[in-house]
Structure formats: C-alpha cells, structure tokens
C-alpha cells in the first residue's frame, strides 16, 4: 500500500473512533432531585419529541433523575403513571376486607423474574420496566387479564431537561419531613412486636439506622433481607433511638 494511501487509511480509523468516543460518552450519568418548573409537561417514553407520552408533571413537583442524555433528563416515574403487570404473574397477599369488594386484591408479590411492566393492559404496550421476583407491587385496579399498580422503582420516562431544574436539598428535606411523611431505603428483616404496636420488622440503612416498620406482614414478609424503597408515615418521634413507621408503599431495589 503506498505511503498516502496509508495515512488516508489511518485518518479514516482515527475518525471513526473519535465519532463512536462521542457517542459513547454523550450520555452521562446524573443523580439528583429535581423540580418541574412549568405545568402539563409531558413525560415520554423514549428521549424525543415523537415518543409515547406516559403522563403530565405539574409546575413544582419533585423528579429523581437518574440519567441525562443529551437534551433529555430520565427519571422515575411518578405515581400517577399507568403501569399495568398480568395477573398471571403475581400473587395476591394482601385483599380488601370491607365492603363492597371484599374479594379486591390490593398488593401483589411478583413470582416471576424480570416481569414488564407496561403502558397500557396489552402485550403490544411499551415496557416501562421491569419488576423482579418477590417485588410487592400495590393494585389500583384491574382490568381483564391485567393489573392496573403504581409504578414499580425500576420504570422509568424521560423529560427534556429545559422543564427540569435541580432542587436545593433544604427544600427537599422540608417536603419530605411534612406532613410527617418519610421516603428511606435500607435492608428488611423481621423483628417482632415492638411497644405494644404491630411493628413486626426492621428497616436498617446504610448508615446502620434502625427503623421499625408497621405495615402489612405478608407484603414485609416477602421482602426479608432485600434491600427495598419504604415510603410511609413517622409515627413516633424522629429523635427516637428506633423511631416507628407506618408503612404506605415499599418496592424491593434488589
């Protein structure tokens, strides 16, 4: 091969490796709260403008961005966004047991690994993400073969960042200590009757905090020794050396 045609050769090499560089790390990881700041944005299911619409933000709701790629932040999805699981792929642990539906399952254990959680009760429905075995999931209603649940903690949808701003943590810490309402993640394991309260289990942290959980034993049951999300209500003084909680929502993180 002649000396110049080398070199072409080379630059060609040299610039197809600059183009896959960039491409590999235009999307860079980012972990932060943030906060909406305009009404009716539209959170898609993929980071364009021409992608399905999940649901609508309102002008100061708080986000958990986990990525940002581009001109596009992801994030969690919020409560309010369908998901849909099938039935055939959970067990029912917890039923209503007042009228007029004292058959209506209200929390379900997955028994199935990586299950999609979808958009819509239909396999032709976009993957919001994925459930794992033992994830407690909390029903909202059901709609033939399917289940209507509240996002599970891996689904996921994307914002274009001109409607996301970062919040300052001081604000944060304020929302989430009102109206004594506590989102924590630790380990879970049972504990037993702890003062006369049906606080049956222990959450402990990453810093080796001890919280005690009442909540629904079946549902706290299937999740011993998993590390998971509990979203819930203080119901003792935070100072406490074990402060209670009543839990609301817990999702499994592993």
Same mark, same amino acid.
């Given at each position: ?20 560089t960039g491409s590999a790390f235009s999307e ?17 299911? $993929? ?21 940002? *790629?581009? $001109? ?10 369908? #998901? ?11 039923? #209503?047991? #007042? ?8 929390? *379900? ?14 396999? $032709? ?6 459930? $794992? ?10 709609? /033939? ?11 996921? /949808? ?11 943590? *001081? ?50 049951? #299937? ?28 999702? *499994?993180?592993?």
């Open positions: 091969m002649q000396p110049y045609l080398k070199f072409r050769v080379t630059l060609a090499i040299l610039a197809a490796c600059l183009v896959f860079e990881p980012a972990v932060f709260t943030g906060r909406v700041n305009a009404n009716n944005i539209n959170v898609r299911v $993929d980071a364009t403008t021409g992608a399905l619409v999940a649901c609508t933000l309102s002008r100061g709701q708080l986000v958990e961005v986990v990525r940002e *790629a581009y $001109d596009w932040y992801k994030i969690r999805l919020p409560k309010t966004a369908p #998901s849909y699981i099938k039935k055939n792929l959970v067990e029912c642990i917890n039923r #209503s047991a #007042s009228l007029p539906d004292p058959a209506k399952c209200l929390n *379900a254990k997955v028994i199935a690994e990586r299950v999609n959680i979808r958009l819509g009760p239909s396999e $032709d429905s976009w993957i919001l993400g994925k459930a $794992d075995k033992l994830s407690v999931v909390n029903i909202l209603a059901e709609k /033939g073969a399917w289940y209507k649940i509240e996002p599970v903690h891996q689904s996921f /949808g994307w914002v274009h960042k001109k409607f996301v701003d970062k919040a300052q943590a *001081a604000v944060i810490m304020e929302e989430a200590k009102s109206p004594g309402q506590l989102i924590i993640e630790g380990t879970v394991s049972p504990y037993g009757v702890v003062l006369w309260r049906q606080a049956t289990h222990k959450l402990i942290t990453a810093e080796n905090k001890v919280y005690f959980l009442k909540g629904n034993r079946k549902a706290l049951n #299937s999740l011993n020794y998993h590390r998971v999300k509990v979203t819930g209500k203080l119901i003792t003084a935070a100072e406490n050396k074990h402060p209670i909680i009543h839990v609301a929502v817990i999702e *499994a993180l592993n």
